[in-house]
């Protein structure tokens, strides 16, 4: 097949540090290309894949710091049209900004839904039924009635890139994007009163500065809290197959959660709140505990011991495997295009 990778342009393929997108757009072109497929990325010049890239900008957005971004998009949409004749079939990740766009490709179109769905991107989404969505857990599929959501695929991930260590050192992680929603304060809680070391990793959003500034950092003091910045892949799977538990109580809707298996594929159980599909994603009580506030977490946190390293990595390698992912789209795009066909 003839497939169009359509990547955000506000980080490269693969992301530099923190970009669960992005890294999931890399690890399926480069599989698919594996399989023998024709596959085209369109992304940012500083992005690196085995597919075709055609590169959009020289540099991701959020480091070009240009005065209108959102006009980029527009010249992605531009090349695409330009070139849509060379595809079969076009597999979206930029969401929101397709759907208006999608009237004028010929090609089919698959949209992969990575983020929550909201009043506003609900209500757009119902506008565009020829749209193929994609949901990335039962919960996103739930949250989004009347939309075209044709598929629920989890995310897989390359199982031989994530180190296994039985043996833990002891301390506890939380690593995501530095923002309110995503629970980090509330996981520096639960270190504090549990008499936990706690390591804190990710990126700080510019319009999360001054979160991080007045609410974070003054409960930072290097020792039993500390702060490493953003992780790269390497440092990222350092720090999780080394902790004793990653604390992720999230206070979002979280449609996905790359972080919770990845986290698993090291052997390393997570502790998180029950919200949106992560008791899809964990086994509680076998690969992590879901609790729902900082007091159960805590006590959770208590039985950590008890969990096995080996069955988060067994549980993480049977059902978000990269392989699995994979053939799950293949198996799409081959039934979208069959349909597509006989209408034409």
């Given at each position: 097949m003839r497939i169009a990778q359509i990547a955000p342009l506000w980080i490269p393929v693969p992301p530099h540090t923190y970009g669960g997108t992005e890294l999931v757009i890399s690890w399926l072109c480069d599989e698919l290309v594996r399989r023998g497929h024709k596959v085209t990325l369109f992304a940012t010049a500083d992005s690196k894949t085995k597919a075709k890239l055609v590169p959009i900008w020289p540099k991701s957005l959020w480091k070009a710091n240009l005065k209108a971004p959102h006009a980029v998009f527009s010249l992605l949409y531009e090349k695409l049209t330009s070139l849509q004749d060379q595809f079969d079939i076009i597999h979206d990740h930029c969401e929101f900004y397709t759907a208006s766009y999608s009237k004028f490709l010929k090609p089919p179109v698959i949209t992969t839904l990575h983020h929550p769905l909201t009043e506003e991107t609900i209500n757009l989404y119902k506008k565009f039924p020829k749209i193929n969505f994609v949901a990335v857990s039962k919960n996103q599929r739930k949250s989004g009635p009347g939309i075209n959501i044709v598929k629920t695929i989890?995310?897989?991930?390359?199982?031989e890139n994530y180190q296994f260590n039985p043996k833990p050192k002891n301390y506890l992680i939380w690593l995501s994007k530095i923002t309110r929603e995503k629970g980090i304060a509330e996981a520096i809680d639960i270190a504090k009163l549990s008499g936990e070391n706690l390591i804190i990793s990710g990126n700080i959003p510019p319009e999360c500065g001054d979160y991080f500034d007045f609410r974070i950092k003054p409960l930072i003091d290097g020792k039993k809290i500390q702060f490493v910045g953003a992780s790269d892949f390497e440092k990222k799977i350092d720090l999780f197959k080394n902790a004793k538990a990653f604390i992720f109580?999230?206070?979002?809707?979280?449609?996905?959660?790359?972080?919770?298996?990845?986290?698993?594929?090291?052997?390393?159980?997570?502790?998180?709140?029950?919200?949106?599909?992560?008791?899809?994603?964990?086994?509680?009580?076998?690969?992590?505990?879901?609790?729902?506030?900082?007091?159960?977490?805590?006590?959770?946190?208590?039985?950590?011991?008890?969990?096995?390293?080996?069955?988060?990595?067994?549980?993480?390698?049977?059902?978000?495997?990269?392989?699995?992912?994979?053939?799950?789209?293949?198996?799409?795009?081959?039934?979208?295009?069959?349909?597509?066909?006989?209408?034409?």
């Amino acid at each position: 097949m003839r497939i169009a990778q359509i990547a955000p342009l506000w980080i490269p393929v693969p992301p530099h540090t923190y970009g669960g997108t992005e890294l999931v757009i890399s690890w399926l072109c480069d599989e698919l290309v594996r399989r023998g497929h024709k596959v085209t990325l369109f992304a940012t010049a500083d992005s690196k894949t085995k597919a075709k890239l055609v590169p959009i900008w020289p540099k991701s957005l959020w480091k070009a710091n240009l005065k209108a971004p959102h006009a980029v998009f527009s010249l992605l949409y531009e090349k695409l049209t330009s070139l849509q004749d060379q595809f079969d079939i076009i597999h979206d990740h930029c969401e929101f900004y397709t759907a208006s766009y999608s009237k004028f490709l010929k090609p089919p179109v698959i949209t992969t839904l990575h983020h929550p769905l909201t009043e506003e991107t609900i209500n757009l989404y119902k506008k565009f039924p020829k749209i193929n969505f994609v949901a990335v857990s039962k919960n996103q599929r739930k949250s989004g009635p009347g939309i075209n959501i044709v598929k629920t695929i989890y995310h897989g991930l390359p199982l031989e890139n994530y180190q296994f260590n039985p043996k833990p050192k002891n301390y506890l992680i939380w690593l995501s994007k530095i923002t309110r929603e995503k629970g980090i304060a509330e996981a520096i809680d639960i270190a504090k009163l549990s008499g936990e070391n706690l390591i804190i990793s990710g990126n700080i959003p510019p319009e999360c500065g001054d979160y991080f500034d007045f609410r974070i950092k003054p409960l930072i003091d290097g020792k039993k809290i500390q702060f490493v910045g953003a992780s790269d892949f390497e440092k990222k799977i350092d720090l999780f197959k080394n902790a004793k538990a990653f604390i992720f109580p999230v206070k979002r809707p979280e449609p996905f959660g790359l972080v919770v298996i990845e986290a698993m594929a090291c052997g390393t159980p997570v502790i998180a709140f029950k919200e949106g599909s992560l008791p899809e994603l964990i086994e509680d009580g076998k690969t992590g505990f879901l609790v729902s506030s900082v007091e159960e977490a805590c006590q959770s946190l208590k039985k950590i011991d008890k969990i096995s390293r080996e069955y988060c990595r067994e549980y993480v390698q049977k059902n978000f495997n990269l392989k699995r992912m994979v053939n799950r789209y293949e198996k799409l795009y081959k039934k979208i295009l069959a349909k597509h066909e006989k209408k034409t």
